[in-house]
């Protein structure tokens, strides 16, 4: 089974300023995809931006980028330019690319709460 | 489009009793699945369904029960509530996986408080 985790549990970064969070997966899959989902005070879960696991290139979202590093099993998230609506909890997810194993849904981590100070 | 719904918002009930938390979208998706929120802890998959009349377990599925009658609907039965079921409950749907990246959509959620 696959597993996510999250070693922050809490991320402040000042508006403006950059911050990076982190993630790294275990998985002995090869084709799979990573995804980072935000959650406001609102309850909403938000797609932030995708990652397909055959791709070198970082996926890129605006002021979202992420860091993909396959051979370490990691994808950090970078938010530039930080505002006060990017405060939330941020989610790492995993799903498997594997026609049967994607049915399975995706595997999240527990979070990482990121405060932005004005 | 409405996207995802779920009702109730919230909802309080008594261990052992029942209820059923409806999902609905209106996005043609085959693919429907529940997922629970506890504090401190990422969503965790309970049951999910790949199309009409097709469904299966997740990670977390006991005390759970789903049915799908059809395309749009996917509600899913609390049994007999026990206390350790408090938590929020999301509903997701996407396009059915076969190879790509598909985006889950997320209803907004139901909090349910066992007493």
């Known amino acids: 089974a696959q597993t996510v985790t999250q070693s922050q549990p809490e991320m402040s970064v000042q508006e403006a300023e950059t911050v990076t969070l982190s993630c790294t997966y275990d998985?002995?899959?090869?084709?799979?995809?990573l995804f980072w989902y935000k959650q406001p005070p609102s309850r909403q879960m938000i797609l932030v931006i995708r990652?397909?696991?055959?791709?070198?290139q970082n996926a890129t979202e605006n002021r979202f980028s992420v860091n993909f590093q396959k051979a370490a099993k990691s994808f950090s998230l970078k938010i530039s330019d930080s505002q006060l609506g990017d405060a939330a909890m941020y989610f790492c997810a995993y799903r498997s690319g594997y026609s049967g194993g994607g049915a399975d849904g995706l595997t999240f981590g527990k979070g990482t709460h990121l405060i932005i100070q004005p | 489009n409405a996207g995802v719904t779920q009702t109730p918002k919230f909802q309080v009930l008594k261990t052992g009793q029942s209820m059923t938390l409806q999902c609905a979208q209106d996005m043609n998706h085959e693919y429907m699945s529940w997922y629970r929120q506890d504090p401190g802890m990422g969503l965790r998959l309970i049951h999910y369904?790949?199309?009409?009349?097709?469904?299966d377990q997740g990670e977390v599925p006991n005390g759970y029960n789903v049915s799908r009658s059809t395309t749009e609907d996917f509600p899913l039965r609390l049994l007999s509530a026990a206390p350790s079921q408090t938590s929020v409950y999301f509903c997701a749907s996407s396009k059915f996986w076969t190879g790509g990246p598909y985006e889950q959509y997320f209803g907004p959620g139901t909090r349910l408080t066992v007493t």
């Open positions: 369904s790949v199309g009409a009349g097709i469904t």
């Open positions: 990652q397909e696991a055959y791709k070198q």
């Open positions: 998985t002995s899959e090869s084709d799979y995809y």
